[in-house]
Antibody
Framework: EVQLVESGGGLVQPGGSLRLSCAASGFTFSNYWMGWVRQAPGKRLEWVAKMNQDGRAKDYVDSVKGRFTVSRDNAENSLYLQMNSLRAEDSAVYSC????????????WGQGTLVTVSS | DVVMTQSPLSLPVTLGQPASISCRSSQSLVDSDGNTFLTWFQQRPGQSPRRLIYMVSNRDSGVPDRFSGSGSGTDFTLKVSRVEAEDVGVYYCMQGAHWPWTFGQGTKVEIK
């Protein structure tokens, strides 16, 4: 059974940093693109970042470029999101996702971890 | 960024009756290979989203055949032929043709 379990969320002051982690199991992690999606209260879902199997290809939404860094450790079956210079508008539930645009394989989401940026 | 616009945002339906959700994109979702990357997700209360439909009209394994997707270019539709109680939740369309991939606002389906 595929499982994606996020951790690392919490309350942080504006300008602060957090590192989110996603522990993956039930599939060969190193074979798949992975990413992060967030949803702020009352807002639509938003793709934050994604990266390919070996970590060499990364994409970010413009609003987090230069502040967030996605990374992975295939030996540990883990995905990370380092978030720096956090802003109030970054407050959201962040979910780890194994994306799939086609029928080649299934699309999976974790349950998410809440990040609150507030003084 | 591609803007995805869903309608309606709230959809009260009677059990056993059909339901339809529209999703329009601000630009074509056909990529250079001719593939159209339009996906539909269902999010039941308290659960993570689950993919129902990929590439406009392909149902995922385990998805009841009362769900169907259609459309082309910039105009897409999710239909439920006969709504059941387990279909309550929020439905999202998502485009995967242009980065950043973007979602519709979500349509909340509830039973009348």
């Amino acid at each position: 059974e595929v499982q994606l379990v996020e951790s690392g969320g919490g309350l942080v002051q504006p300008g602060g940093s957090l590192r989110l982690s996603c522990a993956a199991s039930g599939f060969t992690f190193s074979n798949y693109w992975m990413g992060w999606v967030r949803q702020a209260p009352g807002k639509r879902l938003e793709w934050v970042a994604k990266m390919n199997q070996d970590g060499r290809a990364k994409d970010y939404v413009d609003s987090v470029k230069g502040r967030f860094t996605v990374s992975r450790d295939n030996a540990e079956n883990s995905l990370y999101l380092q978030m720096n210079s956090l802003r109030a508008e970054d407050s959201a539930v962040y979910s780890c996702v194994r994306p799939s645009r086609s029928g080649s394989y299934d699309h999976y989401w974790g349950q998410g971890t809440l990040v609150t940026v507030s003084s | 960024d591609v803007v995805m616009t869903q309608s309606p945002l709230s959809l009260p339906v009677t059990l056993g009756q059909p339901a339809s959700i529209s999703c329009r994109s601000s630009q074509s979702l056909v990529d250079s290979d001719g593939n159209t990357f339009l996906t539909w997700f269902q999010q039941r209360p308290g659960q993570s989203p689950r993919r129902l439909i990929y590439m406009v009209s392909n149902r995922d394994s385990g998805v009841p055949d009362r769900f169907s997707g259609s459309g082309s270019g910039t105009d897409f539709t999710l239909k439920v032929s006969r709504v059941e109680a387990e279909d309550v939740g929020v439905y999202y369309c998502m485009q995967g043709a242009h980065w950043p991939w973007t979602f519709g606002q979500g349509t909340k389906v509830e039973i009348k």
